[in-house]
């Protein structure tokens, strides 16, 4: 590499010197040492530095061209290249306005962001995980008989069983294999501290426990830790759907197949998300799931056709259980089809469901399959939970995407 300096040494004399470098370390930082005690505090330099090798393709340029003028301080003047931790670095001179100058790395980023995906895109593993139950029938703590509905405290992911043949509430903490008793004597009753055949059961953010109690005709309420509970609400007719303080919302019509009545409905969800206090009905005998606004004095088939049975996507078979998701999407339990049923309502509402758990029309007892659900939950990662009754099981059903 060569360095040449030109210098005057008189008002028309110019003297050139040339600075021989043979070698260069191939360490991070090369410095060129040029040592002159006569120089003048300013001169003209030109420099032609071809290549310096500190990383496997770093390079180091200067125009051969121009004339970079610079200010000498002292009698050594270094270069020292720069680079950066990427693999390849473009370094370029530039002047600064005190005519000195620097070498600077330049660098890249690029980012990446992913898109969300909505309820069209889910999926669910097709192999259940037995959470609760044995798959036979029984009444010790491990065990269950006929178990109805169920219930995920979406915050602690404790899942309550209506375990209706046991005419108990059975409580299963996360990874436990038996569970508590917390409402109910294990016999029928109809005793303040009883049941007979509970059908379903909610959990209030005080933990306090609320079941419906078939055969009693009654819901009953169990205040957080005790076992003995008030009657909120008592019998209505087949066909009606009632508040807790006993005012009917929907049907009380008797029952029928018209949109102002409902026919055995089986299980219930309120829309808190979306359309406040909107009701959305499983009526089972007319095998469709009904949306029910407040104050409305009849309902609109939102899935399922009105008296018709069948295993189609587009039918059910007597659905017992209903949920909503945070995106009020629809998770139907279709009894007699032996299926779990996901009706996408957001981004769009789909009138067609997909089957997500079970086989359209198939029972079993292999953990792939399900036998007459009575009931599903979602927990805080929509995982799902089905009360495969007729197993005698609750099965967890991990979402996959």
Known sequence: INVNIFYKVGQNTATTMVANITSLSTSSTNTILINSSTLVPTISMTTNVSLISTSSTASIATPTTSTTSITWTSSTTSITPTTSTTSTTSITPTTSTTSTTSITPTTSTTSTTTAPTYCPNWTWNGTGIIVAGTGTSGSALNALNQPWNIFIDSLTDILYVADSLNHRIIKYLPNATSGIVVAGTGSSSSLSNGLNTPKDVFVDSSGNIFVADSVNHRIQFFPNGSLTASTISTTWNVGTAVWANGTAVAGNQGAGSNLNQLNQPQGFTIDTQYNKSTMYIANSNQHTIVQWLPGASAGTIVAGINGVRNGLN?????????????????????????????????PNVSSTGRTIAGTSGISGSTQTLLKYPAGLALDSLLNLYVSDTSNNRVLKFMRIT
């Not at 078979?317 to 009894?335: E, M």
């Open 314 to 346: 587009t039918t059910f078979d007597f659905p017992l259980a209903i949920k909503l998701d945070s995106y009020a999407n629809l998770f139907i339990a279709d009894n007699n089809n032996h299926r779990i049923q996901l009706y996408c309502r957001y």
